[in-house]
């Protein structure tokens, strides 16, 4: 497991991918394929560290799906379509970097009922309450990425709701056994 990561250097990789992505897309820079599947790598890296696959799921699987057809492209030695799915790939990437960083300021109150749920062991219990929480959370986190801001508070405090009965339960289990 990595340990703590500089924030300064995680600010400063996405300030030059979003530059990347920029120029990139707009056509005024030319790379070679195998450099611009590089770059999606990192910035799928990018979003695995703010936490993408949580807090924007959306554009990282969208992401993921580009990244994925850009790496068989490389594999097969298409390289003429691997160039667009890698720059579809850093453009959804960095997106998904860019909703994750806002995210937690609409959806603090799941964030915080999730983690008292986890720490209690509520995921390992398969709970009803838990599994409700995530879809709700999920769903609460898309809205966000889609500009939803007020759809996506309240699904989650809805998403809250099941976590903290899901740590309640998990707790109760816990006692009891």
């Not at 398969?126 to 966000?144: N, P, S, Y």
């Not at 990425?145 to 309240?154: I, K, L, M, T, Y």
């Amino acid at each position: 497991m990595k340990g703590p990561t500089n924030p300064m250097r995680s600010k400063s990789v996405g300030i030059l991918l979003a530059a990347c992505v920029g120029c990139l897309l707009s056509g005024q820079l030319t790379w070679a394929s195998e450099d611009l599947l590089a770059i999606a790598v990192s910035a799928r890296e990018s979003a695995v560290e703010a936490r993408a696959p949580l807090l924007a799921p959306e554009s990282f699987e969208n992401g993921d799906r580009a990244l994925a057809k850009a790496r068989a492209d490389s594999k097969s030695g298409r390289t003429t379509r691997l160039a667009g799915f890698a720059k579809e790939a850093t453009a959804f990437f960095v997106a998904a970097v860019a909703a994750a960083r806002r995210a937690p300021a609409i959806v603090e109150s799941a964030l915080r009922a999730r983690s008292a749920a986890s720490e209690a062991g509520a995921p390992g219990l398969e709970l009803e309450d838990w599994t409700r929480g995530e879809e709700i959370l999920r769903r609460a986190v898309i809205l966000l990425e889609r500009g939803d801001d007020s759809g996506a508070a309240v699904r989650s405090e809805d998403a809250a709701d099941h976590y903290r009965q899901s740590e309640l339960l998990a707790i109760k289990l816990r006692l009891l056994s």
